[in-house]
């Protein structure tokens, strides 16, 4: 009986090591999302310079045809921005959720051996 209640301890100890590593991933994961967001800012900062270049370019007498490209490539770099963005907010928010859902089945698991244990040796305090 001493031995059952010794794997269990250890299995418990076990889940609660890969809760610690789940916890570790979770902050990782939030680290790469603050990164991204700071180079969110970043790049948001080279679009407004980006818009800035043409809306002086619209509004000086310059020749159409390159006032035209550069609005198309602003708005390619738009584009190709926004997805990138939307790609990796995708990316961080489905391994958050992972690890949110692996965080929360380690502590389900943790707590039932806890009562498993509480049960076991409550068993053998009556029997004992």
Same mark, same amino acid.
């Given at each position: ?12 100890? @076990? ?89 929360? @089945? ?6 039932? @051996? ?15």
């Amino acid at each position: 009986m001493v031995e059952k209640q010794e794997e269990k301890v250890q299995l418990l100890l @076990e889940r609660q090591k890969k809760l610690e590593r789940d916890i570790e991933q979770l902050d990782e994961v939030r680290k790469k999302q603050e990164q991204f967001e700071e180079e969110v800012t970043e790049s948001m900062g080279e679009v407004m310079y980006y818009l800035r270049e043409t809306l002086d370019l619209a509004s000086s007498p310059t020749d159409s045809k390159e006032t035209n490209e550069l609005i198309d490539d602003v708005r390619i770099s738009l584009s190709k921005f926004h997805g990138e963005m939307d790609e990796q907010r995708s990316f961080l928010k489905q391994e958050e959720n992972r690890l949110l859902s692996d965080l929360d @089945e380690t502590r389900v698991a943790c707590i039932r @051996e806890e009562i498993r244990l509480e049960e076991d040796s409550r068993k053998e305090i009556s029997h004992g």
